[in-house]
């Protein structure tokens, strides 16, 4: 159960696209097509953004999509907006009703 | 609107107890699984615990193990979290969580517990 890894933080410009990668291994992230991503601004708690990998939930902008290669999954989020300032977690289903977290990736809009 | 309140966070030594609740409204409690996420200060989400609909099947993250209980009372549509033997580690924001499709869909606002001397 240890965390999966993702980059402490990644910057982009207003319109530019960013990407966040979510490292995990054979067990979790490769294993399963079952990735989520969550936004959480300061004080706030999480949304979901992303779920199954790729699905974005009911009143999620398009501007955000989510992909996976082995055992790398992967957040872009195209058009940065100023709004899109916050932290960024991945998660993934890890086998036997369990989850496990990414470390967290702070997305700074230039 | 569906909502997830938690209450009875608080302050306690290590070594003591607490017990968290969730009184959820909005939706058809009995018939989701339900979760307890927790986030230590300035640190990453954890994921803590599972329990099945009908309370018959519950899962923890290694670290809680054996100290932690998730239970739920269908009849009052809420969640419940017995902590015990409790470690300066332990001290976060726990949120009830309502997960759908492996994903953590609705929070709760969170309530904070300290575990300190």
């Known amino acids: 159960q240890s965390a999966l890894t993702q980059p402490a933080s990644v910057s982009g410009s207003p319109g530019q696209s960013i990407s966040i990668s979510c490292t995990g291994t054979s067990s979790d992230v490769g294993n399963y097509d079952l990735v989520s991503w969550y936004q959480q601004h300061p004080g706030k708690a999480p949304k979901l953004m992303i779920y199954?990998?790729?699905k974005r939930p009911s009143g999620v902008s398009y501007r955000f999509s989510g992909s996976k290669s082995g055992n790398t999954a992967s957040l872009t989020i195209s058009g940065l907006q100023a709004e899109d300032e916050a932290d960024y977690y991945c998660c993934s289903y890890a086998g036997s009703s369990t989850y496990v977290f990414g470390t967290g990736t702070k997305v700074t809009v230039l | 609107e569906v909502q997830l309140v938690e209450s009875g966070g608080g302050l306690v030594q290590p070594g003591g107890s607490l017990r968290l609740s969730c009184a959820a409204s909005?939706?058809?409690?009995?018939?989701?699984?339900m979760s307890w996420v927790r986030q230590a200060p300035g640190k990453g989400l954890e994921w803590v615990a599972n329990i099945k609909e009908d309370g018959s099947e519950k899962y923890y993250v290694d670290s809680v193990k054996g100290r932690f209980t998730i239970s739920r009372d269908n009849a009052k549509n809420s969640l419940y979290l017995q902590m015990n033997s409790l470690r300066v580690e332990d001290t976060a924001v726990y949120y009830c969580?309502?997960?759908?499709?492996?994903?953590?869909?609705?929070w709760g606002q969170g309530t904070m517990v300290t575990v300190s001397s």
């Open positions: 909005g939706f058809t409690f009995s018939s989701y699984w």
């Open positions: 199954e990998g790729s």
């Open positions: 969580v309502t997960p759908a499709n492996d994903a953590f869909d609705i």
